[in-house]
């Protein structure tokens, strides 16, 4: 299997992750497995920790 790899957009703070990504619960369980997720770091998202697009109000508004 190949490594995940991660993009941080430095402009929207969105981080994108290629690959197989594991979702796990505080006991290390996985609940699932997603390829090509997208997570919000610029904290707008309505649907976190997932990236809505919110993030481009930010953009506009800068
Ligand atoms: S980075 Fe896209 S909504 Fe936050």
Known sequence: MDNARIY????????KVIGPVDFVDSEGNIL????NVKFCGCGL???KPNCDGSHRDKVKKD
Do not use: A, R
């Not at 941080?8 to 981080?15: F, H, L």
């Not at 699932?32 to 390829?35: D, G, I």
């Open 8 to 15: 941080i957009n430095p402009v929207s703070g969105s981080i």
């Open 32 to 35: 699932e497995t997603k390829e």
């Open 45 to 47: 998202s309505k649907d």
